[in-house]
Every structure is written in C-alpha cells, then in structure tokens.
C-alpha cells in the first residue's frame, strides 16, 4: 500500500489550498480515509475524515476544511480556505479500515493502517 499526499507550499494567510492523497496497492473504496497535522512542537492532531460519505471534522477544522473523495481515483482530498499561519503545519493522510468503529474512532491514530509521507504547509502572515 502507497500514499501520495501533494499539494503542500508556502501560501499567504487568507489563501486557499487543495491537498491531495492518492492511494494504490488498497481496495481504496472499502477504507476510511483522514487527515492529521503536525505543527512544529506539538502532537499531530486530527483534522478530518470519511468513511463512506459520512465525514468527521476536528475543532480546528470545522468551517474551514472539506474533506472529500473520489472512489474512481483513488484519492481523498483536504480542501482549506482562509488558511491561518495557525495551519502551518506537516499534513498527512491516512486510511484505515478494521478499526473504524466506535466512538471518536476517526480521531485515534491507531484506527489508521496506512500512512503518507506528509506535505508541508506554511502560511505566511
């Protein structure tokens, strides 16, 4: 299994990034997928998910981030906008399947099976 997160780059606060994650190696449409960040000094923390086409924010995402999928391409994507130098951070994807159950299960790292390499993100202020 292989994850591809791309999209990262230095953007101005107030800008908007697509990131991208594109699996193989996975029956990609019977995963759950998330994103997680890791800022400079501080734990990674939980940003979104989908399982099926139920989605899961974490705080600091609500409002500003959509996570989305498509099935055909293998690949979960992490719309921001009005990105805040709060953002800057290391975002990785991940995809999970056997235990994507329970409560809050999308927020626990070790529900995910897989992970990317990162894509850095930095925002200027």
């Known amino acids: 299994v292989q994850l591809q997160a791309s999209g990262g780059g230095l953007v101005q606060a107030g800008g908007s990034l697509r990131l991208s994650c594109a699996a193989s190696g996975l029956t990609f449409n019977s995963y759950a997928l998330g994103w997680f960040r890791r800022a400079p000094g501080k734990e990674r923390e939980f940003v979104a998910a989908?399982?099926?086409?139920?989605?899961y924010y974490g705080d600091s995402a609500k409002g500003r981030f959509t996570i989305s999928r498509d099935n055909d391409k293998n690949t979960v994507y992490l719309q921001i906008n009005s990105l805040k130098p709060g953002d800057t951070a290391v975002y990785y994807c991940?995809?999970?399947?056997?235990?994507?159950?329970?409560?809050?299960?999308?927020?626990?790292?070790?529900?995910?099976?897989?992970w990317g390499q990162g894509t850095q993100v930095t925002v200027s202020s």
């Open positions: 991940a995809v999970g399947r056997s235990a994507t159950t329970g409560s809050n299960w999308y927020r626990n790292r070790l529900a995910y099976d897989y």
């Open positions: 989908i399982k099926w086409s139920v989605v």
